[in-house]
């Protein structure tokens, strides 16, 4: 005799599918509208995370602030090692970012003591099917740093996020985050590092000139439009700018110059247009010369780029990579080409070295 399960009282159903591992629940929701409803509520989450955690963990776990101790820390819960059963499956191992949102929340709200204080949460290179980044990381606003690697995270970053007044490092690259970069993440002031490439993020890059403190931006890899705001300009910190393989358009900002602690500038494959002859004055004249310029890294290929190579450009002395490949540059190699640092060419190029350059559609090293 078959059952027809919509046909049994809900309390009922919901004590049916509580009994499922938590980690396993989401795949049942794909059924029927009815029992997606049931295991995406609070009621159901409180009823399926009582059947798998004790009673002795509500509100005593604390969150650790490693990655080494991640295992130990309240986003785990490992098997009940005082239990006298061996074969006891009254545990399970809660992996918090694998949960269900209505889990995830009824998690956070129960078994957690509050209030929270945790200053770095990291976890690394660990695939965690298809999950959205949680709001109740809001909450942590101890935190200082947030990096949170190829977990396989997708969605919009929450608004949330954007309460984390004391972050100074947030990382979540390599995942499938999508939408815009969240714009609230311009308010937090003590950001240094700001690592978002490698996802699917679109429209434009959000308002971050009051991040005065950031040392490190790297928005590669994403789908980003518009043009690079002027007001990166003004971030007189910055040491590394990447904002490659995006679909980003409109000329280089003039503002650049202003940044005298760049080291390295990454903006490769985009739709860049325009001169860049102000790139070779990347530091303050008024404070330093040419010649004690910080840049090592200059990245400029598979672009729109147009008018002559800068002169300036020989006076960058740390300059160790330079690719301008794959543009509408003209004119010729400039002279001062012969003064980066480490070498002492004089004479002008060869024939034969002209013609290797061209036929490598203007790449070439020094």
Not at 154 to 168: A, D, Q, S, V
Not at 210 to 218: A, D, V
Not at 229 to 254: F, K, V
């Amino acid at each position: 005799m078959q059952t027809n399960l919509l046909a049994l009282p809900r309390e009922l159903l919901a004590r049916i599918f509580s009994r499922i591992h938590p980690h396993s629940v989401a795949r049942y929701r794909l059924l029927c509208h009815t029992i997606n409803a049931m295991l995406s509520s609070r009621s159901f989450a409180v009823e399926n995370l009582s059947r798998f955690i004790s009673s002795k963990h509500i509100g005593k776990v604390d969150l650790k602030p490693r990655a080494d101790v991640y295992k130990k820390s309240g986003l785990v819960i490992d098997a009940d090692e005082t239990c006298v059963n061996a074969n006891c499956k009254c545990e399970m191992k809660v992996y918090w970012f694998r949960l269900p949102s209505n889990h995830q929340e009824v998690y956070f709200a129960k078994y957690l003591s509050h209030p929270i204080v945790i200053t770095s949460l990291e976890y690394f290179w660990v695939f965690l099917q298809s999950h959205h980044l949680p709001a109740q990381l809001g909450r942590l606003t101890t935190l200082v740093s947030l990096r949170l690697i190829s977990l396989g995270l997708n969605g919009p970053i929450p608004m949330e996020l954007g309460e984390l007044i004391n972050l100074k490092r947030l990382n979540l690259s390599y995942n499938a985050l999508s939408g815009p970069v969240l714009p609230e993440i311009g308010s937090l002031i003590m950001l240094e590092e700001l690592i978002l490439n490698h996802n699917k993020f679109t429209g434009n890059i959000p308002l971050l000139g009051n991040l005065m403190m950031l040392k490190n931006l790297s928005l590669s890899s994403n789908q980003l439009t518009g043009e690079i705001p002027t007001e990166l300009g003004q971030l007189s910190n910055l040491q590394y700018l990447y904002l490659s393989s995006n679909r980003l358009s409109g000329s280089i900002p003039s503002s650049f110059v202003q940044l005298e602690h760049l080291r390295h500038l990454m903006l490769q494959e985009n739709q860049l247009s325009g001169s860049i002859c102000h790139l070779g004055m990347i530091t303050s004249l008024d404070n330093l010369m040419l010649g004690q310029n910080l840049l090592e890294l200059l990245d400029l290929k598979y672009n729109q780029l147009s008018g002559l190579i800068p002169e300036e450009f020989g006076g960058l002395c740390r300059l160790a990579w330079l690719f301008l490949n794959n543009n509408q540059l003209e004119g010729s190699i400039p002279a001062s080409f012969a003064n980066l640092c480490g070498n002492r060419l004089t004479g002008s190029l060869p024939p034969g070295l002209l013609s290797i350059i061209e036929a490598n559609n203007g790449n070439f090293t020094i």
